[in-house]
């Protein structure tokens, strides 16, 4: 198999979609100039924004804007900014892994104060942030973006440092495990065999990154011409494969039609590397060992400690066992801590763990901040939405959009949400970067 990434040709018809697309509301910011200007917050507030990633620098990057003599801090250690919505392209041979790595350092506002250590917990009490290197940095607002935790550790015998040897791979976590798993998806298809592809009981950040996974390995299984030799299964801890019934019920018709089979209640508990074997466990203790020529681990997730074991989790409800920032779903302001703010994968709220998601709600939570600020309550409100190209083959893919609801609300009148078209694949492929750059910077 070739491992070059493959581009997809344009016809005239095509290139005219795709200026169709450019001017269309799901994409609006892809090349769009800053906002316009408005009186700014005078102010001398001490602003920290916990987390480098989209979140925290689209914030931070809109709050620059929106405030006059405040100061801003970015508590985090990575220097380098990663376009996670990206990897599954990187794992699938479709993308080089360069077009999903940046600087942080680039993106950032002038005059903001960017102190390079992780957050280690938080002290909403006394309004302070405390880092791994122990500085305590005190605050009169805080934004919560720090991402997730993501919990390899549950699995017993996993080594993230294995990925890409003896068929193991798993896209979530880095750019390089990415590139690796591409590697180890290459040798599997290069011969075929059993392919072993997982999902977790937990909430996951990118929860379609484990059907698209799936959908690409069996196209590229077909155009290695291995397809008849192999087998895919994919096992869920769920009762499903996705938390949206139209779009599950969609997938699990094409993959009948494809092949994939599926098996429910089924949670990977451990993973023997050198002998390609897993186990899993139902709900009731039973367990089943399952050779395996590759497999894709998606691991649990959960909020990271210093989230989870400070005063800003979740007490109780379905979100306390993760540890989720316990914010209102709707302005996104901690419930209980009024002078905090949560956006991204932390948020406990019953959807919203993507790009797409951040993308919505960045410009809402810098808003609501700084009503806040001025002594009035946040008047803008967050409907949970949230987008996921789902690719099912390289040039296919359907655009899903919904809501905390699992309503589907599409935003583009020529793409039918659950119909596979180019022209959202198109969009995965060409555009979504653009967008994603443009929220960044603070521009939508």
């Not at 892809?30 to 200007?37: Q, T, Y």
């Not at 809501?403 to 694949?425: K, N």
Request: net charge positive; with cysteine; hydrophobic share 45%.
């Amino acid at each position: 198999m070739n491992d070059k990434p493959s581009t997809p040709r344009m016809d005239p018809a095509r290139r005219r979609w795709l200026q169709a697309l450019a001017v269309s509301p799901a994409l609006a910011g892809a090349a769009a100039a800053p906002l316009p200007a408005r009186a700014a917050l005078k102010t001398q507030a001490r602003i920290v924004i916990a987390g480098s990633g989209l979140g925290g620098i689209a914030v931070a990057n809109r709050l620059a804007g929106l405030l006059d003599g405040a100061k801003i801090t970015i508590v985090d250690r990575k220097e380098e900014h990663n376009y996670q919505p990206g990897y599954t392209l990187v794992a699938t041979g479709v993308w080089p892994v360069d077009k999903v790595r940046d600087r942080n350092a680039d993106y950032q506002p002038a005059g903001v104060e960017w102190v390079k250590d992780m957050v280690a917990g938080f002290d909403p009490a006394a309004n302070t942030v405390i880092t791994a290197g122990g500085q305590r940095i005190p605050y009169d607002f805080l934004v919560v973006a720090i991402g997730v935790h993501m919990d390899f550790g549950l699995i017993e015998g996993m080594d993230v440092a294995a990925i890409g040897r003896e068929g193991l791979a798993s896209v979530y976590p880095s750019p390089q495990a990415a590139q690796a798993t591409w590697a180890a998806m290459q040798a599997f298809t290069a011969r075929g065999g059993h392919a072993v592809m997982t999902l977790p009981a937990t909430p996951l950040k990118c929860a379609g990154a484990p059907l698209k996974m799936s959908f690409l390995l069996r196209d590229r299984l077909h155009k290695a011409g291995t397809l008849g030799a192999s087998k895919i299964s994919f096992e869920s801890a769920l009762g499903n494969v996705f938390g949206v019934k139209v779009v599950n019920d969609n997938v699990l018709e094409r993959w009948k039609t494809l092949g994939i089979d599926v098996e429910y209640s089924r949670k990977l508990a451990s993973i023997d590397i050198g002998a390609r074997r897993a186990t899993f466990v139902t709900p009731e203790g039973e367990k089943q060992e399952m050779p395996y020529d590759f497999i894709h681990v998606v691991p649990p997730m959960r909020a990271p400690d210093a989230v989870k074991n400070s005063d800003l989790a979740w007490k109780q409800g379905p979100f306390a066992a993760g540890g989720w920032l316990e914010v209102d779903k709707s302005t996104l302001q901690h419930r209980r801590y009024p002078n905090v703010f949560g956006i991204g994968d932390i948020n406990g709220t019953p959807r919203g763990k993507t790009a797409a998601t951040v993308k919505k709600s960045a410009p809402l939570v810098a808003h609501n901040l700084v009503e806040v600020m001025a002594g009035r309550k946040p008047d803008q409100t967050f409907d949970g939405y949230t987008s996921c190209p789902l690719i099912t083959r390289e040039g296919s893919a359907m655009l899903i959009e919904f809501d905390y609801e699992g309503r589907l609300t599409p935003s583009l009148p020529m793409i039918e949400p659950l119909q596979d078209s180019y022209f959202a694949w198109l969009m995965k492929y060409r555009m979504l970067k653009p967008a994603y750059m443009a929220v960044l910077k603070g521009r939508v």
